[in-house]
């Protein structure tokens, strides 16, 4: 019985892609969920999922429209201060 030595795999050509780490794209995400999705957007691109990409590309265009019409109704319509919203959560934070 001969072992080999040399069982690492060949690479050769352009099979291999540099993405972001998941923990990157988790931590982008915890600071905005845009940032996140931008370098999943990446990622994805990189590795070649076109129908991934334009699910998560759709995603993070709807996330944006919900969340601006969102802010624009607690502005607009209710009339809440967010600057005093904001400061309650950074305090929560610390």
Same mark, same amino acid.
């Given at each position: 019985?001969?072992?080999?030595?040399?069982?690492?795999?060949?690479?050769?050509?352009?099979?291999?892609?540099?993405?972001?780490?998941?923990?990157?794209? $988790?931590?982008?995400?915890?600071?905005?969920?845009? $940032?996140? %999705? !931008?370098?999943?957007l990446?990622?994805?691109?990189?590795? %070649?999922?076109?129908? !991934?990409?334009?699910?998560?590309?759709? %995603?993070?265009?709807?996330?944006?429209?919900?969340?601006?019409?969102?802010?624009?109704?607690?502005?607009?319509?209710?009339?809440?201060d967010?600057?005093?919203l904001? $400061?309650?959560?950074?305090?929560?934070?610390?």
């Amino acid at each position: 019985m001969e072992i080999d030595d040399n069982n690492v795999s060949e690479e050769q050509g352009g099979d291999y892609v540099e993405i972001y780490s998941k923990t990157a794209i $988790f931590w982008f995400s915890m600071l905005d969920p845009i $940032f996140g %999705g !931008a370098l999943l957007l990446i990622n994805l691109n990189a590795a %070649g999922y076109k129908k !991934a990409f334009y699910t998560v590309l759709s %995603g993070l265009i709807l996330y944006t429209a919900v969340i601006t019409y969102v802010e624009n109704k607690l502005l607009v319509v209710y009339k809440i201060d967010m600057t005093i919203l904001l $400061f309650s959560v950074f305090l929560s934070l610390y």
